[in-house]
C-alpha cells in the first residue's frame, strides 16, 4: 500500500509524517472540513472532498495550510 507524505501545522508545531492511504484521506478531509487549504504538488486542490484518486496523483508530498482570507 501506498505511504502520503503529509505536511501541516498541528496544535503541537510542524509535522511531516507519512500516512497509509486510507489514514490519508481522512486526515485530508477533516483538514478541509476545518476551511484549511489543501496543495498536492505544490497545486492548490479546489474541490470539497478528497478521494483516493487525487492523493494518488501525488508524486512528492501534500501540505496543509490555513487559507488566507483577505480582501
Known sequence: MKKIIIERTTTQGYESKE???DEA??????EL???KMI???GKPFDKDIITQENI???KKEISVTNRLVGG
Open 56 to 58: 494518488l496523483t501525488c
Open 33 to 35: 472540513d476545518n476551511k
Open 25 to 30: 484521506i481522512d486526515i485530508l478531509n477533516l
Open 19 to 21: 500516512w497509509e492511504l
Open 39 to 41: 496543495f498536492i504538488d
